[in-house]
């Protein structure tokens, strides 16, 4: 099987300026290429303002990249017309993060699923048996179509929305942080949906996570991704066992429960009990890697020049 | 385990929320103690009740919509409940300080970070202005804020969302309070930052010697931080144990399908354990145990009566009847 | 440095709303159906009298000449000369302009006086006998015309007890009426604007911090939450201050006070057309130059809005 989706050198530049005024011609995604095998699941990893969700939207030509090219099955997106770009689209869907923005309060929870198929002109009796295969599917029972979205809990609510995503009987679907508003039981619930109709329709994930623990549970190719960049990409045991990039070790480092770190920094501090030490040793990068305050390289800088421009 | 005597002591707390004349159950009834130079984790899921009981201790409840139906909270032996508004207020901030989830909401945009910590200085400790600005620039010291005091003149928004934690953080331990409430502290920043806000609240307590209350719906962050760790479900504390035993062995099926829930690489290709249905309704009041509907061990008995939070060995609690058993989930 | 550049940014707005401000009142005398010479002329006036009028006027020569000629007048803040009494416009409007500016300034002053500890009262004790006497004022603040309070007032406080002056304006105290009658509507709608942007802010997370942090609720509510409130409020005093300088045209007349609000009123009965077209656009030029004070003023004391 070959790759269903392929990125070659993509990068996006935000026009017009930031919410500090300054920005101008920012890059949220720097020449990024990967592919993503047919059945694969491909998890993006990285922290807010990372570039991730960016980044999903010009693979999906949401919003095209500034350049680099976009292959869905071979085809390039950037050379299609926007009528065959639109029959294109329905081959690949997006599931985001908030199920309450995501579905119209005042449409039935049958109505939001049939917008698409009306479009493709499909009739009322197969649309309805459809809808009510796919509800089930997820996990609705198809009585409940009547309903509207706040009569429903928010992990019935992400399953509606991956129900409707899966209408057009899309091949390729974009995870972003699809379960990050959930609470861990019902997470638990969505995730294995997730997997399941992975299965059984044979689809190709996208996965984007800010959560290391689950993108490496869920897929089998991680993808790192720092400033717009990937910084590292392997196969998810090799990611985990055999961290090459620094930035990924911090991030494997930070993930909490793990192996003590803090117990090992805090007795070092409590022995000196100094501010200058309290205040240094907390950016310990990674184990046993402590960086002094200056040169920490991650986000959280002391300095305020970043701050007050 | 611990000897001493507890800081705070909740008894039997049940609060109940009333809204468009329904009444709600937010606590049914918790009993909890925090102890000095302990972090006490209290982790379950949104509506649980975790943030009632912070807003509890603090006396700060939303009026007139929650009542507190019993119980007791003692501060050092002192009953909390029975005191006026403005003794309360001589505890809050001084002995009992609170950091809350979101940083950028919960610092007034319109003051300086030094103004937010000298007015809680002079109110409480008495001192004086230039005493206040001494103070102030030591916390900001202390949380990692630099030493020049150059984050003084700052106004939260020109600071970083992980800058702004380590303010408030400064601004709630600037009184040297004996007892710390951290609600979520880290659930809105990124991991790498959660790391460092995590070890600073630890190295802050191991200064101080303070009790903390560390709330959040992660385990794995209680696990990171807490010494001790309850577990809280539809307003009813359902187990309590020291991290390390918790974690080893659970004596309540709603902690272990818990853990069998977060996903981790060692599990990939295995089904994650779920948590059939949905969390008991607020509005509702069982006769018997709050997580039997979802329970896959629930008998009759359990659908018939409360189980009660009793002690097991190594200062293990568990609210259910089958507590001693050996399950398999 | 951001400041500046804000400000600079701004300033270049109020220039731009000028320009359009004075096209629009050039084109409207201008344009529409009616030729300034007949009108002022009147129905004897021989066409010779007339061809006088317009070369007087300066409508004889094309509108585009006219035009620039206009942008450039305003520029120079030269608006010709009277056609009645033959001074030039600007000192006649300079001198009257002090009083209306003063009893506009005394109108704000007693509206936010009025406006703010009410307002900000009636949202900290909700649905208190101050809430209802804040909800009763702004409804009759609102409902009651000023020309009418003025009149009331002067019935009750010059005439039948007699302690303010009836008309003039020779001493302070014959200000104070009014002032008084200008204020109270404008109070009317500060109050409501106080009363909803406090409860806002009472609402907001940091409230709650503060009370963790053990502070008296007085604390919290005057300093914390007061200063986050009256931020929207300044920016609402300066448009309300605009307002003011159009309603002290009115209330100059029930009080015959020799303010600009007479000066206009006698150009318009006397069809001085160079003094309407002057007094308009001074007008508008005092009320975007306040806005822009207002701006100023906002972005002083809001820190966020620098970043913005």
Known sequence: ?309 | MNTTEPIITIENLRVEFTQERQKAFALRGIDIAFYKDEIHGLVGESGSGKTVTAMSIMGLLPKPAATILSGSIRYEGKELLSLSEDALRTYRGSKIAMVFQEPAKYLNPAFTVGEQIREMVMLHKGLNKHQAEMRARELLGLVGLGKDGRALGAYPHELSSGMKQRAMIAIAISCDPDFLIADEPTTSLDVTLQLQILKLLKILKKMKRMGMLFISHDLSVIREIADRVSVIYAGKIVESASVARLFEHQMHPYTRLLLLSIPDARHRGKKLATIAGQVLDATNDPQGCVFAPRCPLAKELCYRESPKLIAHEQGHTSACHFAEEAWDL | MNFIKYAAKRFLRLILTIFIISTIIFFVIRVIPGDPALVIGGVDASPSDIQAIRAKLGTDRPLSVQYVEFLWSILRLDFGRSMISDEPVISLILQRFPLTFTLAVLGLLIGILIAIPLGVLSAVKRWSGWDYLGLVFSQLGMAIPSFWLGILLLLLLAIKFPIFPLFGADSPAGLVLPALSLGVGRAAILLRHTRASMIEELSKEYVVAARAKGLPESVIRYKHALKNALLPIITIAGIEFGYMLGGAIIIEQVFSLPGLGRLFLYAIYQRDFPLIQGGVVFIALIFSLVNFVADMLYSIVNPKIRLE
């Open chain 1, 1 to 309: 099987m070959g790759p269903l989706i392929q990125c070659r050198n993509i990068v996006k530049i935000h026009r017009g300026r930031g919410i500090d005024g300054a920005k101008r011609g920012f890059k949220a995604v720097d020449d990024v290429s990967f592919s993503i095998e047919k059945n694969g699941n491909f998890g993006l990893v990285g922290e807010s303002g990372c570039g991730k969700t960016t980044l999903a939207r010009a693979i999906l030509y949401l919003d095209p990249p500034t350049s680099g090219k976009v292959l869905f099955d071979g085809v390039d997106l950037g050379s299609l017309r926007s009528r065959h770009l639109r029959a294109f689209r329905r081959r690949m869907q997006i599931v985001f993060q908030d199920p309450h923005s995501s579905l119209d309060p005042r449409m039935t929870i049958y109505d939001s699923l049939s917008e698409g198929l009306v479009n493709i002109g499909m009739d009322r009796a197969a649309r309805t048996k459809k809808i009510n295969r796919l509800l089930d599917l997820v996990g609705i029972s198809g009585a409940m179509g009547s309903r509207f979205p706040h009569e429903f809990s928010t992990g019935q609510r992400q399953r509606i929305v991956i129900a409707r995503a899966l209408t057009m009987d899309p091949e390729f679907l974009v995870l972003d942080e699809p379960v990050s508003n959930l609470d861990v039981s019902i997470q638990a619930q969505v995730i294995n949906l997730l997997l399941d109709i992975k299965e059984e329709l044979s689809l190709t994930y996208l996965f984007i996570s800010h959560d290391i623990n689950l993108v490496a549970y869920m897929c089998d190719t991680v993808a790192v991704m720092y400033k717009g960049k990937i910084v590292e990409q392997e196969p998810t045991e090799e990611l985990f066992a055999n961290p090459r990039n620094e930035y990924t070790q911090t991030l494997l480092a930070s993930i909490p429960g793990g192996a003590g770190r803090i117990s090992g920094a805090s007795t070092n501090i409590a022995k000196d009990g100094t501010m200058g030490n309290t205040a240094s040793a907390v950016r310990e990068l990674s184990k046993g890697h402590v960086v002094s305050n200056t040169t920490g390289r991650t986000g959280d800088k002391p300095d305020l020049t970043g701050g007050t421009r």
